[in-house]
């Protein structure tokens, strides 16, 4: 299928390149600074995340006065979220815009690029590690050795749990069927009792009402809304703690080397200018949300200290048994060193 979509696609880019190349009056300066990029997210378009994301199409569309083209594919129109960076790296895509986190099968370093869980408490500390720790570049060490080139993270913060059964506390997680996300998530909360079942983003819905899962780790409040999960489960935390995964924008190598430097420089500001954006409207929407769902009788939970400590004890472990390569313990390593140096973790 991959092979088959991939012909067409390509086809089809050439013949656009063809069309642009061979226009009348279009000079060679010109066809040489624009490009052309095709990408794939896992958000839905009428969720807050999807909304985002077109904002930032339309942003580095503006700054480059139009030399910037995106077609983009909501909700895995193309291929499943977690197969879309591979059709990135192999030009069925151009340009993977999901989650690092969705790459563990290939190297568990890829955990460490997507979501630390528990490790960070808010989004702002986490872009600090991006922008003034080292971060992108270490994240590029092992981004480019799979064809791919990191470009940046938007993080919405921390997730809620969504859940047909009360979610109090640590003891509730035994026996709990839930969506999971692949990689670190499954190893902490089987450690915990629950069964984590990994599906996709669109699965979730008919899962939660059929009764296949007592529940989801989907997103925060307010996606979780746009996702329809609050029609069906009753039960949340907020503030959440467990996950804050940073969804990247990375792009095929080839395809990053050959845009113009003002090019390259607009999507990574873009992509700033978007974890901004998406970091605060996040913390405004899901105050208002979690307001919403108490007036509709969701029963939303706020974790003791104790019992958020039993979880961090987990995580940590799991960090240790989930770090098997040497980049992924390079990784962990980075993230740790500088959590403890801003006096945020012992």
């Known amino acids: 299928m991959l092979k088959k979509l991939s012909a ?66 909501y909700a895995s129109a193309v291929v499943k979220s977690a197969e879309t960076f591979d059709a990135a790296a192999t030009g069925i895509l151009d340009c993977d815009m999901t989650g690092g986190a969705y790459q563990t099968g290939k190297n568990p370093a890829f955990q460490f690029a997507g979501d630390l869980m528990g490790g960070y408490s808010n989004p702002y500390q986490q872009m600090s590690w991006l922008l003034h720790g080292g971060g992108r570049e270490a994240l590029n060490k092992l981004y480019n050795d799979h064809n791919m080139e990191f470009i940046g993270w938007w993080i919405p913060g921390p997730e809620s749990l969504s859940s047909t059964a009360p979610i109090r506390n640590v003891e509730d997680f035994k026996g709990w069927k839930f969506r999971s996300p ?136 799991g960090w240790i048994e989930f770090a098997t390569t040497p980049e992924s313990k390079e990784l962990l390593q980075s993230h740790i060193d500088f959590l403890t140096n801003m006096g945020a973790m012992q």
């Open 8 to 73: 067409t696609m390509l086809a089809g880019a050439a013949a656009i390149t063809f069309a642009v190349l061979g226009a009348p009056g279009v000079s060679d300066a010109e066809a040489a600074d624009k490009t052309t990029l095709r990408i794939q997210t896992h958000f839905s378009p009428e969720t807050l995340s999807g909304q985002l994301a077109a904002k930032f199409v339309d942003d580095i569309t503006t700054m480059s006065n139009g030399e910037i083209e995106v077609e983009m594919f």
């Open 182 to 317: 692949p990689g670190m998530a499954t190893l902490v909360f089987k450690n915990l009792g629950a069964s984590p079942i990994v599906m996709d983003f669109n699965e979730i819905f008919t899962a939660l009402e059929t009764g296949i899962i007592d529940g989801a780790d989907a997103a925060n409040l307010t996606n979780n809304v746009g996702l329809g999960l609050y029609d069906i489960a009753e039960h949340t935390n907020f503030p959440g703690f467990h996950s804050m995964p940073a969804d990247h924008l990375a792009c095929r190598k080839d395809v990053w080397d050959a845009m113009p430097d003002h090019h390259k420089r607009i999507l990574e500001v873009g992509m700033d200018a978007l974890a901004l954006h998406n970091a605060t409207i996040n913390e405004v929407k899901n105050a208002q949300t979690a307001k919403d769902l108490r007036a509709k009788g969701v029963n939303l939970y706020e974790w003791s200290p104790e019992e958020l400590a039993k979880f961090r004890e987990a995580v940590k472990a």
